[in-house]
Every structure is written in structure tokens, then in C-alpha cells.
Nanobody, 120 residues
Framework: QVQLVESGGGLVQPGGSLRLSCAASGSFFSLYTMGWYRQTPGKERELVASIASITNSGSTNYADSAKGRFTISRDNAKNTVSLQMNSLKPEDTAVYYC???????????WGQGTQVTVSS
């Protein structure tokens, strides 16, 4: 069982930056693929970025909308994953969710979400 707690959301002006963090409890954090998803009302939750487990060298994957602006990283010693978001746009406004997927059995876990609002 993994519990995920996000932090770092808020209101930011277009062009600004935010850093989201996700703290994970439980064991074997390094054996989870970690991801950040986002969702707006009436739309499906979409992948923003993911970072592979230690067995896959921590490779990263980004949605086209995030490439060049967002950076995902993880600290396996601290059981955290972060999403640095730069050059934010109004269309980045959403609830952002942290996700963990076990590479052992595929179990999925979600955080409660954190609101990001990009507006002037």
C-alpha cells in the first residue's frame, strides 16, 4: 500500500513557475513508476509526465504539451517525486494528481490532487 500526498499547487501568472511535490509512504518506492496527471472539469485525466523505476534507469516521458517546459524528477532516498513547471500557460490550469504504479504487480495509487491555476 502506498499513500501519496501532493503539495505545491496554487495560483500563478502566465509565464510563471510552480514546483509540485509528492511524498510517498510505504516500502520499495524505487520500484514504482511515478507520474503526474492532470484533469479539468468534463475531461479525462491525462498524463503530464512520468519517471520510471530504478530498474528502468529512471527514464522520463512527457506529454507533448509539457515537453520543454516541465521537468519530472524523483528522489528515491526521500520517497518523493517532483514536477517543475515553467512558462506556465492558462491551459495548464487543472487539478494535478500524483500517481504510483508498481512494476511488481501493476497496482495503482493516486494522491488527492492539488489545484494549479494559471491566470492573470
Amino acid at each position: 500500500q502506498v499513500q501519496l500526498v501532493e503539495s505545491g499547487g496554487g495560483l500563478v501568472q502566465p509565464g510563471g513557475s510552480l514546483r509540485l511535490s509528492c511524498a510517498a509512504s510505504g516500502s520499495f518506492f524505487s520500484l514504482y513508476t511515478m507520474g503526474w496527471y492532470r484533469q479539468t472539469p468534463g475531461k479525462e485525466r491525462e498524463l503530464v509526465a512520468s519517471i520510471a523505476s530504478i530498474t528502468n534507469s529512471g527514464s522520463t516521458n512527457y506529454a507533448d504539451s509539457a515537453k520543454g517546459r516541465f521537468t519530472i524528477s524523483r528522489d528515491n532516498a526521500k520517497n518523493t517525486v517532483s514536477l517543475q513547471m515553467n512558462s506556465l500557460k492558462p491551459e495548464d490550469t487543472a487539478v494535478y494528481y500524483c500517481n504510483a504504479k508498481s512494476i511488481v504487480n501493476g497496482a495503482l495509487f493516486w494522491g488527492q490532487g492539488t489545484q494549479v491555476t494559471v491566470s492573470s
